[in-house]
T-cell receptor
Framework: SQQGEEDPQALSIQEGENATMNCSYK?????LQWYRQNSGRGLVHLIL?????REKHSGRLRVTLDTSKKSSSLLITASRAADTASYFC????????????FGTGTRLTIIP | EPEVTQTPSHQVTQMGQEVILRCVPI?????FYWYRQILGQKVEFLVS????????KSEIFDDQFSVERPDGSNFTLKIRSTKLEDSAMYFC????????????FGDGTRLSIL
């Protein structure tokens, strides 16, 4: 498998706190993407970070990438109840293909 | 904002029957995908499609499965002779430029095989 685990598997925090989720992978990547999935719904793209980038921001989201450790993290600052969802990282590998390989996801619950 | 649409949202089918899941990708996108997610498991890649042919498929995508772009807008996944283990959420995705652009997903079709 090209993809490792995300941790934690589940995370519950108080509204207003920051949430950090981690992702590990096993292969050389072209890019890494983070997606959100609300219960029973589709995957919503959040942010894409390329292998030559180390950090990227989008609103309250901050993603880091460490290719030497084959890991990424997603930080959501000032969390809101609406951030409650499952968060997945997915990689596009360097081996000529275009498929997304997903991790197992982190279930995030924001407590109002 | 344009989105990927999938129909039906829920399909219930008897084991052994054929099903067709439909998707309308975003109109200027050129690369199309099907993924599935068995309840409680990872999202898994099934197949990618470009220029009217399959560009890559996973080992899940065996002879039971086929894809088609019958016209300029629809992209379908056909599952012949369905099995109980085909029960899953099936997601369609599309992108404008493979590998370097995000894939945009539909809300999925929940397929239940009885």
């Amino acid at each position: 498998s090209q993809q490792g685990e995300e941790d934690p598997q589940a995370l519950s925090i108080q509204e207003g706190e920051n949430a950090t989720m981690n992702c590990s992978y096993k292969t050389s990547i072209n890019n890494l993407q983070w997606y959100r999935q609300n219960s029973g719904r589709g995957l919503v793209h959040l942010i894409l970070i390329r292998s030559n980038e180390r950090e990227k921001h989008s609103g309250r989201l901050r993603v880091t990438l460490d290719t030497s450790k084959k890991s990424s993290s997603l930080l959501i600052t000032a969390s809101r109840a609406a951030d409650t969802a499952s968060y997945f990282c997915a990689i596009i590998s360097n081996f000529g293909n275009e498929k997304l390989t997903f991790g197992t996801g982190t279930r995030l619950t924001i407590i109002p | 904002e344009p989105e990927v649409t999938q129909t039906p949202s829920h399909q219930v089918t008897q084991m052994g029957q054929e099903v067709i899941l439909r998707c309308v990708p975003i109109s200027n996108h050129l690369y199309f995908y099907w993924y599935r997610q068995i309840l409680g498991q990872k999202v898994e890649f099934l197949v990618s499609f470009y220029n009217n042919e399959i560009s890559e498929k996973s080992e899940i995508f065996d002879d039971q499965f086929s894809v088609e772009r019958p016209d300029g807008s629809n992209f379908t996944l056909k599952i012949r002779s369905t099995k109980l283990e085909d029960s899953a959420m099936y997601f369609c995705a599309s992108t404008r430029d493979r590998g370097d652009q995000p894939q945009h997903f539909g809300d999925g079709t929940r397929l239940s095989i009885l």
